[in-house]
Each structure stands twice: as C-alpha cells, then as structure tokens.
C-alpha cells in the first residue's frame, strides 16, 4: 500500500511568488491535513480537510489556503511568498480524522528566497 | 487551544539504557496521543499511539502511558540503541488537529 505522497519535494521560490504543494493520502483515507515545520515554530497546524470540506484552519494569515478535492487529495497554495514561508510543509492522512492513526507524507521543501 | 508541553527538549542516554520522555496537555478534550520519530530530513515517523480510553500501551522497546485525570502522557524507550538517536515529538489530537510538543533530541551514547 502506498504511503502519503507528496510533490514537488524540493522547491526554490522567489519573495512575492506563489506555491501550491500537492498531496496524495493513502489509499482509503479521506481526511488529510497539512502541518508546517520550522526550526523556530516546530510543527504547526495548517489546516484540515475531510470530503472536501475544511474542518479547522490553524493560526496563519489568508496567504495559506488550500482544498481537497473529490478523490481525497489535496493541495495547498501560498500566496505572496516571504523569507519566513521557507519551511518543511508535511502531509498528513487518516481514515476520518476522528482520533484515527495519522501519517506522514515526506514533505515539501520550500525554501523561499 | 490545545497545549503541549514536551520534557526534556534533549536527553543524552548510555546505550543500553532507558529514555523517558514526558509531556503533558491542556485541553481535556483531546483524545488520541501519537508519538513521532524523525531522523534529520525525513518524515516524522509514527512509533506507537495511544488512545484515551487506554491508560498503557507497548510495543517491543517502547512503552506509552498516559495519565487523563493529570492530562499527562510518557514515552519509554528500554534497551537503547544507537538507531534510536533522534528527534522525538508527542502530540495530542483534538478537534481535527494534531497539536505537536517542542521535541526531544535523543542521542544515545555508545
């Protein structure tokens, strides 16, 4: 069974562009989340989704947004891109997000610059 | 919100021995309490879970125990081995988020 992908791995941005990051979830998931790491932060909560709808949305300003779409994938996109976007950004998946095992997909690496 | 505090944020162990690592929550609500495991530039990893319906959980060389009415909740590693140098992060789940500990640099001596 295949774990939770995500793409591109590794990404080089310039101050003011936009991202999108895109994530797989294990085969029969259909909730996923997305967690930004930094050295300074640690692992933050973005947002989560479940049958294309967005449950909770972490502390982050509109910039970060994101969607799920009806195969259970998902993306999400910063906008206006600065230096302290530069992060590792980790997928998540879980059967229904209600207490159930989560995985981690390997992640994006943004460095912005 | 949920917070989490995680304790030590390093502890240095003789291979061999034992490593405990504490956390603690704040939001009664939570209700399921993973562990991760990342080694530099990978994953977190998930090593063992546990639920609030569950008071000790073990796996092999890891244990988990938690502590509702304290809103507490451990790590055990018995035996360690080099392999077992990493970061660790604790969490707790609530409201459809995972809420993430600060983490703990373990390096096992050999």
């Known amino acids: 069974k295949a774990g939770v992908t995500q793409t591109p791995r590794y990404l080089i941005k310039t101050r003011g562009q936009q991202v999108t990051l895109s994530c797989s979830p294990i085969?029969?998931?259909?909730?996923v989340s997305w967690y930004q790491q930094t050295p300074g932060q640690g692992l933050q909560f973005l947002f989560e989704?479940?049958?294309?709808?967005?449950?909770n949305k972490g502390n982050f300003p509109g910039r970060f947004s994101g969607r799920q779409f009806s195969n259970s994938r998902s993306e999400m996109n910063v906008s206006t891109l600065e230096l302290g976007d530069s992060a590792l950004y980790l997928c998540a998946s879980s059967l229904s997000g209600t207490g159930n095992t989560i995985y981690f997909g390997e992640g994006s690496w943004l460095t912005v610059v | 919100g949920e917070n989490v505090e995680q304790h030590p944020s390093t502890l240095s162990v003789q291979e061999g021995d034992s490593a405990v690592i504490k956390c603690t929550y704040s939001?009664?609500?939570?209700?399921?309490f993973p562990w991760y495991k990342q080694e530099l530039g990978k994953r977190p990893q998930l090593i063992i879970d546990i639920r609030s319906n569950v008071g000790e959980k073990k796996d092999q060389r890891i244990a988990v125990t938690l502590n509702k009415t304290a809103k507490h909740f451990s790590l055990h590693i018995t035996e360690t081995q080099p392999e077992d140098s990493a970061v660790y992060f604790c969490a707790a789940y609530n409201d459809y988020k995972l809420s993430f500990g600060a983490g703990t640099t373990v390096t096992v001596r050999a």
């Open positions: 989704y479940f049958s294309e709808t967005q449950r």
């Open positions: 085969s029969g998931h259909r909730s």
């Open positions: 939001d009664s609500a939570s209700n399921y």
